[in-house]
């Protein structure tokens, strides 16, 4: 939080209003989901069932947020955030990165994928990590495709072409660049030290 309050406090002026009233709403969906995470599943060392853990997982792995400040830092804020496209690339965004944590973290954490996998599915910890790899994979080839399909709907129109478009596309480039870089950061990071050499490199 303190974190965040500090990249507000220095690029306030560069964020367009609509913007801005996006962002606190998407701030306080976080806030609510990583605090019911924390309070109903992390301190009580509790494992959800895969249903519980979609519910929250989405919204609490902070990668919507990640997603609005590509755009201020690389000035691409899209007209588009509410487009079915773009949500479906947001989607994929989120669940490339939250799936890509889950499969670094250490066996003893409980609010993963696979965890939830293992309980729900009744599989053994191996065979829930290859399914959450699966799903990694999936997802992000249903990321490519949304991005390609929002680049080439600006590429086959060069005559109408407009800022608002451009930035879109940017904004899809962006996510794209953020998502592999993640993964560059969630290998090396001491955050998933524990995991050792569980963590997914790029794909």
């Known amino acids: 939080m303190h974190a965040l309050a500090g ?17 606190r709403e998407q701030l306080a969906a976080w806030i609510r989901a990583a605090a019911e995470k924390l309070l109903t599943y992390v301190q009580p ?3 959800p069932t895969l249903r519980q853990y979609l519910a ?65 599915a009744d599989l053994s910890p191996r065979d829930a990590r ?31 072409r407009t800022g608002l478009l451009r930035a879109t596309t940017r904004f899809a480039l962006h996510l794209d660049r953020f998502r592999l870089a993640l993964h560059e950061w969630t290998g090396a990071s001491s955050r998933y030290a524990s995991a050792g050499d569980q963590s997914p490199g790029p794909t």
């Open 56 to 120: 929250i997982r989405p919204a609490d792995g902070g990668m919507l947020l990640a997603a609005m400040w590509c755009e201020i830092a690389e000035q691409c804020v899209t007209p588009d955030w509410n487009t079915p496209l773009v949500q479906g690339l947001l989607h994929s965004f989120s669940a490339c990165g939250y799936l890509a944590n889950d499969l670094a973290a250490g066996p003893d954490e409980t609010f993963t994928a696979v965890a939830a996998l293992v309980r729900t």
């Open 130 to 160: 290859q399914r959450a790899q699966s799903l990694l994979s999936a997802e992000e080839q249903r990321f490519w495709w949304a991005h390609t399909a929002l680049r080439d709907s600006d590429e086959s129109r060069p005559h109408h």
């Open 7 to 23: 990249l507000v406090q220095q690029t306030r002026e560069i964020m367009p209003d609509h913007w801005w009233h996006r962002y």
């Open 45 to 47: 060392g509790r494992t």
